[in-house]
């Protein structure tokens, strides 16, 4: 959703499609997980886990060969990464220097199971390295920083150097869907999130612009 409405998608059609309606940006047929607006750049989204980042590399390669000055950018969760077409991608857009930027948000959980029952080594940007694509790890979800690191990525993907890779860590405050909370399931604990909470750049940005607002009173 986030995505959809950066990119200029229009929030009428973004409501319309979740309530399947035919104004909707799929025409009411994809819901809320479905969204897409070509006009705007936003070439969709799927349910199915992974399935996007080879999608990603598809569209980047055929920008490539129209000679577009355009970088496409893919989001998905550290679950993806545990699949197949995961490193198959990297290592495809990294031969063919495409222009993509792959941006994983790290929560360490893929639905209920956390990142230390998955994976034997939390070094994910080694593993990105070695398929020849600088990879960038951001661990306090600051907000500028990982700004300006996107910023920095694009431009070297603008200028032909290839495909990027960014892991910027992240936290689920709630349940995997929906808004209840599930620390009583037993694979977390509450006490997970509070630096997050603490650290949270929603908060920290709005009192930012409050403290401007003032100065400029």
Request: aromatic share 10%; glycine share 12%; charged share 25%.
């Amino acid at each position: 959703h986030a995505a959809y409405l950066a990119k200029g998608g229009s929030v009428g059609a973004m409501f319309a499609e979740m309530y399947g309606k035919e104004t909707g940006s799929a025409g009411g047929k994809g819901g809320s997980m479905h969204l897409v607006d070509m006009e705007n750049g936003f070439l969709g989204s799927s349910a199915v886990v992974g399935t996007g980042i080879p999608l990603a590399a598809g569209y980047a390669m055929s920008m490539k060969k129209q000679k577009k000055n355009a970088v496409v950018t893919c989001f998905f969760g550290d679950g993806a990464t545990e699949e197949g077409v995961f490193y198959e991608t990297l290592n495809f857009a990294s031969l063919h220097k495409l222009p993509v930027l792959f941006i994983c948000e790290n929560n360490g959980l893929a639905i209920h199971e956390p990142l230390s029952a998955r994976w034997a080594t939390d070094k994910l940007c080694q593993r990105v390295e070695t398929f020849g694509l600088p990879a960038h790890r951001i661990e306090d979800g600051d907000v500028f920083k990982v700004r300006q690191t996107a910023s920095n990525a694009v431009s070297r993907i603008r200028a032909g150097e290839g495909p990027e890779f960014m892991e910027c860590l992240t936290y689920r405050w709630r349940e995997h869907v929906g808004p209840n909370e599930d620390y009583s399931d037993g694979y977390r604990a509450e006490s997970d999130v509070d630096l997050w909470k603490q650290n949270d750049q929603v908060a920290r940005v709005a009192a930012m612009i409050e403290v401007g607002i003032r100065e400029e009173i």
